[in-house]
């Protein structure tokens, strides 16, 4: 069984950089078409998609994100990671990591809180 | 960019059938995927490519298209079915995930 599992830094200052990673155990990072993806969601409000790579290293942004997210792999870890830069207010939200194929978000992880604040 | 429409709220009674449309141009031509999260957790994929089940979910739960409309329906709706409900599609002319706005079902 896959599972997915976040983690950084629950508080990051304005202007800074937002820094998670999503380690994935009960299978390999590489095997498989699969995207591994990051998806946010501010409190009281519905899902946004942030951007996913693919094990070659390609990836895919949300285009009103995309100059400011970088998502990157570790296989020899089988992590993936998710940075974020000049965060504000706005970026205060639960992410998520997920495992994406054709067949939609199928394993995703529990969420971590992230706040953004001085 | 793909906009994808969601009623903000559907009510059922027990035991009744719950529809959640999710509206989108030409969304007949492309894979839609439901997800069902509840208070406090992570989403969990209910359906898949319009209409086929994960292992493990009800086959109460059933999705459908027709025109530029697509519809989740959930039979025999239960108390434990009480969530928010997200459609979800890929946009290949812009290459990124989209989201529906989120359904919120109650039984009442």
């Known amino acids: 069984q896959v599972q997915l599992q976040e983690s950084g830094p629950g508080l990051v200052k304005p202007s800074q950089t937002l820094s998670l990673t999503c380690t994935v155990s009960?299978?390999?990072?590489?095997?498989?078409?699969?995207?591994w993806s990051w998806i946010r969601q501010p409190a009281g409000k519905g899902l946004e998609w942030i951007g996913r790579?693919?094990?070659?290293?390609?990836?895919n942004y949300n285009p009103s994100l995309k100059s400011r997210v970088t998502i990157s792999v570790d296989t020899s870890k089988n992590q993936f990671s998710l940075k974020l830069s000049s965060v504000t207010a706005a970026d205060t939200a639960v992410y998520y990591c997920?495992?994406?194929?054709?067949?939609?978000?199928?394993?995703w992880g529990q969420g971590t809180l992230v706040t953004v604040s001085s | 960019s793909y906009v994808l429409t969601q009623p903000p709220s559907v009510s059922v009674a027990p035991g009744k059938t719950a529809s959640i449309t999710c509206g989108g141009n030409n969304i007949g031509t492309i894979s839609v995927h439901w997800y069902q999260q509840k208070a406090g957790q992570a989403p969990v994929l209910v359906v898949f490519d319009d209409s086929d089940r994960p292992s493990g979910i009800p086959e109460r739960f059933s999705g459908s298209k027709s025109g530029n409309t697509a519809t989740l329906t959930i039979s025999r709706v239960e108390a434990g079915d009480e969530a928010d409900y997200y459609c979800q599609v890929w946009d290949s002319s812009s290459a990124h995930v989209v989201f529906g706005g989120g359904t919120e079902l109650t039984v009442l």
């Open positions: 997920a495992r994406a194929s054709r067949r939609g978000l199928d394993y």
């Open positions: 009960g299978g390999s990072i590489s095997s498989g078409s699969y995207y």
């Open positions: 790579i693919y094990t070659s290293g390609s990836t």
